[in-house]
């Protein structure tokens, strides 16, 4: 038997594209093709080039290429959408919508005539919105179109958390539900460090500030960045639900999923619980909210209604 390894495209080349090429390699989950614009073939290719120098010093055996030819993504088994463009400071994700929704029909396009089999994880924001889209241009079913931010918002609020008790950050268990926005709902009640909940570790007005925290975490990195957004724990995440996928680990984490008539709600992709696996979403779990929880996630669910009220 002849072994094949996986294809993964990643749609972008920019800082997120290229970051989570290079994880995705590194770990060895599958070949890996960037993708961008005709103008941006070279630095594509030459960010690719860079990565399999790497390859002997790092020990792995991934091949990546750079293209602007969908034509080298034929039979992808996952692509990761990464394209469009990023936010400055004193813009927010929904500025970018109507820029990357076009971005996101056009690449659509292209992953359906050349891989029609793959999954799609999207990155690009407002990712919620993106992500509806992507799933309605590609006809491709609700569990194979997947938005990332929940694990990039849980790994924010684990990672103050873990500051905030000079722990270690393996211990610190979180997750956040909701739109990847200022509304956002970081479940402060399912959290703890080493099973102990964080109710009883920390003060509740400092868990308010963490939670403050983690629903601005993107633009903290914005204003302190200046021309661009966050990219290495973004891609950090990209790789682990591509990770869960690839390797069929059927892990639990946050996603955004089509949501009918889970949490109460229809017709809208929304960051949820999921078991990750190689049919993508393979189950969307639904946990007890208490009352302010469910009316925060409401909140949350109002404000991507509105940007994909937007959507043309
Ligand atoms: N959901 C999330 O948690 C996060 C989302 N993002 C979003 O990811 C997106 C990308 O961010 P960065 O990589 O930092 O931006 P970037 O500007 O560094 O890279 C974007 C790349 O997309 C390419 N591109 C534009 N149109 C394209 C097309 N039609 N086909 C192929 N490639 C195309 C550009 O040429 C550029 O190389 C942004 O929308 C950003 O807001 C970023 C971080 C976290
Ligand atoms: O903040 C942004 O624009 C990028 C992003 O989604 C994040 O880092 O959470």
Partial sequence: MTFKRKKISVIGSGFTGATTAFLLAQKELGDVVIVDIPAMENPAKGKALDMAEAAPVLNFDAHIT????????????????????????????????????????????????????ATIVVLTNPVDAMTYTVFKESGFPKERVIGQSGVLDSARFRSFVAQELNLSVKDITGFVLGGHGDDMVPLVRYSSAGGVPLESL???????????????????????????????????????????????????????????????????YLGVPAVLGASGIEKIIEIELNEEEKRALDKSAASVKAVMDILA
């Fill in 66 to 117: 750079g293209t602007s030819d969908y034509g080298d993504t034929k039979d992808s088994d996952l692509v990761i959408i990464t394209a469009g463009v990023a936010r400055k400071p004193g813009m927010s994700r929904d500025d970018l919508v109507q820029t990357n929704q076009k971005v996101m029909k056009s690449v659509t396009k292209e992953i359906v005539e050349h891989s029609p089999e």
């Fill in 202 to 268: 920390i003060a509740k007005e400092r868990l308010n500030e963490i939670v403050e925290r983690t629903r601005k975490g993107g633009a903290e990195i914005v204003n302190l960045l200046g021309n661009g957004s966050a990219y290495y724990a973004p891609a950090a995440s990209l790789v682990e639900m591509a990770e869960a996928i690839i390797l069929d680990q059927k892990r639990v984490l946050p996603s955004i999923a089509y949501l009918q008539g889970e949490y109460g709600m229809d017709g809208i």
